[in-house]
């Protein structure tokens, strides 16, 4: 089998030891004679499997005891609609900052359900950066403001989380959640899709503070309903069982690791190997993202000509790398580095990247 270089956007990478280990246990698990799939998720077998994933999440990202996790369906998209179904009452606004599509999105599906305010945007800069945020100019009824953390199209990444506001932050972490410390006092809320750096897809990870839990809306219909969920322990209606069971083993790996402190760690040493050879190139590859707002997870770069981009792409393939195009909204070349990619295959994209350069220049 020749080797395949992964560096799809999502779904990615999934670290091999937990496949070895699903393909192990997964269709008889602890001598059950049972595929974990086949389980009642109402069963005994199950509900260990699912609260092992909860109990493991909670540990390696230091989530505090004041925070609730849920496991949900639909996607990190489906986050977009939840989000202000639950908390943009009557008469409130939400606040949004703009840093690429996905924040884009997500302002939309609010807008379509009530009010919602442009908090700041990088937009006319072709999200290049993240943008400053003046917090004195949220709107007094403001529900709260939300932010896109990582910003996997434009390969933009906020250094760090929003200071001293007083009133709900909320941060979709689609493609950069378990590989940083986040610092729990500055957010409220934070979910993700599972299929970049937690899993597979299927599930979605949602981390909410208690105390915003209680003030949602109680109105909602009650599949969509944060307060539903979790008073279910996310158990209200059959959860996307096998990859809550993934999302557990991919969360036993980051443990055995060093935790999200050495996936940071690591994510930085990676991402380097990349940025160095964009910066040390004289022009032939062109990062997209300014150096302060770069992104530890995805990079993203442009070659001279769309010619010489075409080539590399070709060449790419040829030699075994997957998933390196731009996102179809930009064209270009991206790197995604979560958690699971293994340095070896960045050392080797390293070695192609100077090689094609050698030869094109
Ligand atoms: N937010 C971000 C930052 C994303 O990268 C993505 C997917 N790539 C989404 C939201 C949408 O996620 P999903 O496909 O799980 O709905």
């Excluded at 499997?49 to 004041?66: G, K, V, W």
């Amino acid at each position: 089998m020749t080797t395949v270089y992964n560096f799809n956007a999502g779904p990615s990478p999934i670290p091999a030891p937990v496949l070895e280990k699903a393909k192990e246990e997964m269709f008889n698990f602890e001598q059950s004679n049972m595929a974990v799939m086949e389980m009642s998720h109402r069963s005994p077998l199950y509900e260990k499997i699912h609260f092992h994933a909860m109990d493991q999440l909670r540990e390696i990202f230091h989530i505090p005891e004041d925070f609730d996790i849920l496991f949900l369906q639909g996607g990190a998209s489906l986050q977009f609609s939840m989000v202000p179904l639950n908390f943009l009452t009557e008469g409130k606004s939400a606040s949004y900052v703009l840093t690429g599509s996905w924040s884009e999105k997500a302002q939309k599906e609010a807008a379509a359900l009530g009010n919602v305010h442009t908090l700041a945007s990088s937009k006319d800069q072709d999200y290049k950066w993240i943008p400053h945020v003046d917090y004195t100019e949220l709107p007094e009824n403001s529900a709260y403001v939300h932010i896109t953390s990582n910003n996997t199209i434009y390969g933009t990444q906020w250094p760090d989380f929003p200071n001293n506001v007083n009133i709900p932050v909320i941060a979709d972490m689609s493609s950069d959640i378990l590989s940083r410390e986040i610092p729990w006092e500055k957010l409220d809320m934070v979910y993700a899709g599972a299929q970049k750096n937690a899993g597979m897809s299927g599930v979605t990870i949602v981390i909410m503070r208690k105390s915003l839990l209680e003030s949602a809306n109680s109105k909602v219909p009650p599949s969509l309903s944060y307060k539903q969920h979790a008073s279910k322990d996310s158990l209200y209606n059959t959860p996307p069982t096998a990859a809550i069971y993934i999302t557990g083993l991919v969360a036993d790996w980051i443990n055995e690791q060093g935790g999200v402190e050495e996936m940071e760690r690591l994510a930085k040493e990676k991402a380097k190997l990349v940025y160095d050879i964009i910066d040390d190139s004289n022009g032939f590859y062109t990062g997209h993202a300014a150096v302060s707002s770069r992104s530890l997870m995805n990079i993203t770069f442009r070659l001279q000509t769309e010619e010489l981009e075409k080539a590399f792409l070709t060449e790419a393939k040829e030699a075994g790398f997957v998933g390196l195009n731009g996102h179809r909204s930009v064209g270009g070349c991206r790197v995604s580095n979560y958690n699971a990619v293994p340095i070896e295959h960045v050392e080797v994209l390293r070695d192609f990247m100077i090689s094609f350069m050698k030869r094109n220049k």
